[in-house]
């Protein structure tokens, strides 16, 4: 049995965290890939439904972080779901650009464990100065 009460109200029935936050993974809606984790608020995943678009609480800004708002790399929010205790939520997202890392790669699961080494494994598909000027 599962601890989500689907007959709450839908923001409620969520356990947000001690700070009001939710992990969010967003996962690409076509190939399956996890693009990227980041952390939703109330305010945030309200906004999210309500625009189509994936809308983010940045802990290090402490404000609402709209994906793709400097990089250009928008994810429009395909379907939301929660799992069997309404404390993960799972994105599925059509990514602009195919670029979700501020790295400039598709993802931000880029490095893979090789003996006792990190290795970053997916290329840069672009520079990412020439995606924030910077």
Request: net charge negative; proline share 3%.
């Amino acid at each position: 049995m599962s601890d989500l009460n689907p007959a709450q109200d839908w923001l409620d029935a969520l356990k947000w965290d001690e700070q009001g936050m939710l992990p969010v993974i967003a996962q690409d809606a076509g190939s399956g890939r996890v693009l990227m984790f980041a952390f939703m608020n109330r305010q945030s995943l309200q906004e999210t439904v309500n625009s189509g678009s994936a809308v983010y609480w940045s802990r290090s800004r402490k404000r609402a972080w709209r994906k793709g708002e400097e990089s250009g790399h928008a994810q429009r929010v395909r379907s939301i779901r929660t799992d069997c205790d309404g404390d993960v939520l799972l994105l599925a997202i059509d990514q602009t650009g195919g670029i979700a890392c501020h790295t400039g790669r598709e993802s931000c699961f880029f490095y893979q464990l090789q003996g006792e080494m990190w290795a970053a494994v997916d290329p840069v598909l672009k520079d990412p100065r020439e995606i924030y000027g910077k």
